[in-house]
């Protein structure tokens, strides 16, 4: 979906050309990238006019399946500048869907690609600033090269050339890569609240999220999945009363998704990434043991001033092992307010901080999301089977749409974490249209 988590090389949104000549290849790229362009952006980067490009490679990053938010290209360039030394680098180019009108016209309530260009110029600057006040140097998202309203697009290092890689969808995060995305999710967290209090309400129109109250343009992927779940289950006869549940759920189902992102004056509030799961964080291993180094989280989407629910509860419920995402949550939320607490007390936050009990009754308050993040949005991210697997599948309602989406519930482990955890949220009320 994104973007967040949502990115993608999404078919027919591109006209498939390939643009070869000898050292210049542009394969299923946007019309407008070119040499030319991205000569520019270098020159406009490092202030360097005399930049000239010798060779480029740009084809696109992800293939069907990956992510569904926007199109990402993978650039490799050499380039002589002024002093005529020979350089490398490589770049991610992230752009809108613009060969694609539904895509375009469906997205266009979110305006998402206008939104995270003003978090990537205003928001995280201040956010990493914060952070450098108080010694903290760690980085915690990509930073980019060209910001480019006019095309909607973005142009970032890749950070492949560091060797940052993007961890495998299904194998799902280990305990020692989650708690680094957790610790740099607390301090990012912590940071924004900080940031909306010394400048008051800075943040509090970035207001559409996955649900809002703006629109429901998701509307057809969430209910649609929804509904594509609750047919599943109803394959399942020991399940006949869960079933039963679903089916009174669903008419009610966009609002409760709207409720999670309501900010509560009695709740703590931050500046939520709203798609994190693992296509949306990249991390560094090391060569020999293969243990996480460090992690930097990308796609800012669909951020919003919300709860910290929202981004706990979609990572844990779609992107971890199956141990974890069973029985390593509280523990992992521990670590997370740890870390959120002590950034917090360093930048002399002036609201209430929770008490890691009220933390956990906050959460709970909030927990349809962990339901709507293991029905609906795992079994998205963890499909396997690509035929259909695009936008359009995604968020329309017509035959290939519903076959998409019916798909996503034949996925054995889908089927094996919704029957352990159905009957959960059962307990929980999770399930009952009046909660």
Not at 232 to 241: G, H, L, N, S, T
Not at 250 to 271: A, C, Q, W
Not at 273 to 294: A, F, I, M, R, S
């Amino acid at each position: 979906m994104s973007a967040s988590e949502i990115i993608a090389n999404i078919e027919k949104s591109l006209p498939k050309a390939k643009k070869c000549a000898e050292d210049i290849c542009i394969e299923d790229c946007p019309e407008w990238f070119t040499k030319d362009y991205l000569e520019s952006c270098l020159r406009s980067y490092f202030q360097d006019d005399c930049i000239k490009i010798v060779k480029l490679h740009a084809k696109p990053a992800l293939g069907k399946g990956e992510n569904y938010g926007g199109v990402l290209t993978r650039v490799k360039a050499e380039y002589k500048n002024s002093k005529g030394c020979l350089k490398k680098g490589g770049y991610i180019v992230k752009t809108s869907f613009e060969g694609d009108e539904f895509a375009c016209k469906t997205m266009e309530p979110y305006d998402i690609f206008n939104r995270e260009i003003d978090i990537y110029e205003e928001v995280l600057p201040k956010l990493k600033a914060l952070l450098k006040e108080i010694g903290d140097e760690e980085q915690i998202f990509a930073e980019t090269m060209t910001v480019d309203r006019q095309k909607s697009a973005l142009v970032f290092e890749d950070l492949n050339e560091r060797d940052f890689l993007m961890p495998d969808r299904l194998q799902g995060l280990d305990m020692d890569t989650t708690k680094i995305v957790l610790r740099k999710l607390a301090k990012m967290h912590a940071c924004s609240a900080v940031l909306n209090e010394r400048e008051p309400h800075c943040l509090e129109h970035f207001d559409k999220g996955m649900f809002n109250r703006h629109t429901e343009v998701y509307a057809p992927c969430f209910v649609g999945c929804f509904e594509a779940c609750t047919r599943r289950v109803a394959q399942w006869p020991e399940f006949k009363d869960l079933h039963q549940k679903l089916v009174e759920l669903t008419p009610f189902y966009m609002e409760l998704g709207k409720r999670i992102f309501d900010p509560l004056p009695s709740h703590l509030n931050v500046f939520a990434h709203g798609d994190l799961w693992t296509n949306n964080v990249l991390v560094k291993y090391d060569k020999k043991t293969k243990k996480p180094l460090d992690v930097i989280i990308i796609d800012f989407q669909y951020s919003a001033w919300t709860t910290p629910a929202v981004d706990l509860f979609y990572l844990m419920n779609t992107s971890l092992t199956e141990e974890m995402h069973l029985h390593k949550q509280d523990e992992l939320i521990h670590h997370y307010y740890t870390y959120l607490r002590k950034t917090l007390e360093k930048l002399r936050y002036q609201g209430k901080i929770p008490t890691l009990h009220e933390f956990h009754q906050q959460l709970q308050e909030k927990s349809f999301y962990a339901m709507h993040s293991t029905c609906v949005v795992q079994p998205i991210q963890r499909n396997v089977i690509n035929d259909d697997a695009d936008f359009n599948a995604l968020m329309q309602t017509n035959e290939r749409a519903i076959r998409f989406k019916n798909t996503c519930y034949t996925n054995p482990y889908v089927h094996r974490m919704i029957r352990q955890l159905l009957p959960v949220y059962d307990q929980r009320g999770l399930l009952d249209k009046n909660q």
